[in-house]
Nanobody
Framework: QVQLVESGGGLVQPGGSLRLSCAAS????????MGWYRQAPGKQRELVAG???????NYADSVKGRFTISRDNRKNMVYLQMNSLKPEDTAVYYC???????????WGQGTQVTVSS
């Protein structure tokens, strides 16, 4: 069982940056595939970025070159650095944990990111 708590969302102007954090419980955090998903109003939840236990990453085409996912296994943390934000990045962002795939059964409560002038 893994519990996830996101933080770092907020309101930012287009072109700005935000850093999301996800704190995970459990002693086996380093073995999990961690991911960030987002869901905009009226749209399906989609993968933004993922990072596996070996540090390999996976990004949605829409965020490549702008977002960076990272993890700190000593602190049980995963991060999403978001740069050059666009209004279409506005969504609730969720942290996800999985054993052996990019999508697992463990979700955080979500954090709102709003990109607007």
């Amino acid at each position: 069982q893994v519990q996830l708590v996101e933080s770092g969302g907020g309101l930012v102007q287009p072109g700005g940056s935000l850093r999301l954090s996800c704190a995970a419980s459990g002693s086996t955090f380093s073995t999990y595939v961690m991911g960030w998903y987002r869901q905009a109003p009226g749209k399906q939840r989609e993968l933004v970025a993922g990072i596996n236990s070996g540090g390999g990453t996976n990004y949605a085409d829409s965020v490549k070159g702008r977002f960076t996912i990272s993890r700190d296994n000593r602190k049980n943390m995963v991060y999403l650095q978001m740069n050059s934000l666009k209004p279409e990045d506005t969504a609730v962002y969720y942290c996800n944990a999985a054993r052996n795939s990019w999508l697992g059964p463990y979700w955080g409560q979500g954090t709102q990111v709003t990109v607007s002038s």
